[in-house]
């Protein structure tokens, strides 16, 4: 008895095993597939390729500079009245206005002065090579139009032939060329046509990589660097100085004296190295302000010394050397490199160097446009003189 339960168990086992292959056979819908036995044992897999991680990926942001219109004009801007912006007819046809913008508490109004002009108003916004952005505005009128230029791949703009008196969403879409590196956005109406407004403007693109602050340039040439700040003090005796020692020199004017007197300023940057660089509008401590406001400081007074010199500045000076995080990308939109303070102040009769020693390579020297200038030049040469040092141009050296 004892052996046939067992034999029946062997017998159970075996049957209870093949019913479970089969089970697991047909829910993998495999079995017909299976290899014959003689088969050659497959080959081992090759090794996955390692996946490359991905790049990360630049948040979108509003690139626009004063998008919404809420900035006040600063006393100190050397054109027009709405910051950001540059309108053809200046304040006699483009103002801020309160009366029923889009959004916040302002936007722009225009108002074509003449029969040949259609109000327009643009501005530079620093952009990336063969990259895709979109540009979209809300406005009211009839015949507005909103557009970009120098994309390199340039597309129509968008445009209305009138919003009956509400507000409407202009966008247009536009992928920049290789060589790409800023573009003009702009809106304007149409001839002899009525007043338009414009309000909450967009570019978005990817945020750019923010702006590297720095106290002095990392090079082991024995150079150091003289910079010069403001503008308002302009003597024949520093002109004098620089051209008689060949010094190469970064001015940081702000744009009120760089416009009052630019001729001044391409002199004492005429030794080569020389160049012209971003110091703000107001000379305001930036870190009083807002993202959105410190991007107009800094844009505005690149426009402004662009258009006087017809060079781009790449270096920002920040007033009083105060900068943040803020700082460093609104500087990046306005397509600034370097946020650069400095290691050394020679101004006004000064000798301080904010290192143990002497003046070492790679050191910024501060000085100011001020009447004791040519003696703080004379001071400042003695001193790289002492250290081995030559003065550079600074710009060669950051990019």
């Not at 990259?131 to 968008?158: N, Q």
């Not at 009138?162 to 800023?182: E, S, Y």
């Not at 400095?342 to 501060?366: K, Q």
Request: charged content about 15%.
């Amino acid at each position: 008895m004892s052996s046939r339960l067992s034999a029946i168990s062997r017998r159970s086992s075996r049957r209870s095993s093949r019913l479970s292959a089969l089970a697991a056979c047909a829910s993998l819908a495999v079995c017909g597939l299976a290899a014959p036995a003689s088969a050659e044992p497959a080959a081992p897999a090759a090794p996955a390729a390692p996946v490359a991680p991905a790049a990360p990926v630049a948040p979108t942001v509003n690139l626009a500079t004063n998008p919404g219109f809420e900035i006040p004009a600063s006393s100190l801007a050397d054109w027009g009245s709405v910051p950001g912006w540059r309108c053809t007819g200046g304040p006699a046809e483009a103002a801020l206005t309160t009366a029923a913008p889009h959004s916040g508490g302002s936007a722009l109004a225009v108002t074509p002065a003449g029969d040949d002009s259609n109000g327009e108003c643009a501005q530079t916004v620093s952009v990336q090579p063969d990259t895709t952005y979109t540009a979209s505005a809300w406005v009211r009128g009839t015949f507005v139009y909103l557009g970009a230029t120098g994309t390199g791949r340039d597309v129509a703009p968008a445009w209305t032939e009138t919003t009956d008196g509400g507000w409407q969403q202009l966008t247009t879409r536009f992928t920049t060329g290789p060589g790409a590196r800023t573009v003009r956005l702009y809106v304007h109406g149409w001839y002899q046509q009525s007043p338009f407004a414009v309000d909450d403007v967009r570019v978005d693109g990817p945020a750019p990589t923010p702006a590297t602050g720095s106290g002095s340039v990392p090079t082991s040439d024995k150079v150091v660097f003289f910079t010069v700040d403001d503008g308002w003090q302009r003597t024949p005796e520093a002109e004098r100085f620089i051209a008689d020692h060949k010094l190469p020199i970064t001015a940081f004017p702000l744009p009120m004296p760089a416009a009052t007197d630019p001729d001044f300023f391409r002199r004492v940057t005429a030794v080569p190295g020389s160049s012209i660089q971003d110091h703000s509008v107001s000379h305001t401590d930036l870190t009083t302000l807002s993202p959105a406001e410190q991007q107009v400081e800094i844009c505005d007074a690149r426009d402004s010394l662009t258009r006087a010199f017809g060079t781009t500045p790449t270096v920002f000076r920040p007033p009083y050397f105060a900068w943040n995080a803020d700082t460093l990308q609104a500087a990046a939109i306005c397509g600034i490199r370097t946020v650069l303070t400095a290691d050394a102040d020679f101004s006004w009769g000064a000798s301080d160097i904010w290192h143990e020693g002497t003046l070492s390579p790679g050191d910024v020297v501060l000085m100011h446009w001020t009447d004791t200038l040519a003696t703080d030049l004379q001071r400042a040469l003695a001193a790289a003189d002492a250290a081995g040092l030559k003065p550079a141009g600074l710009a060669s050296y950051l990019h």
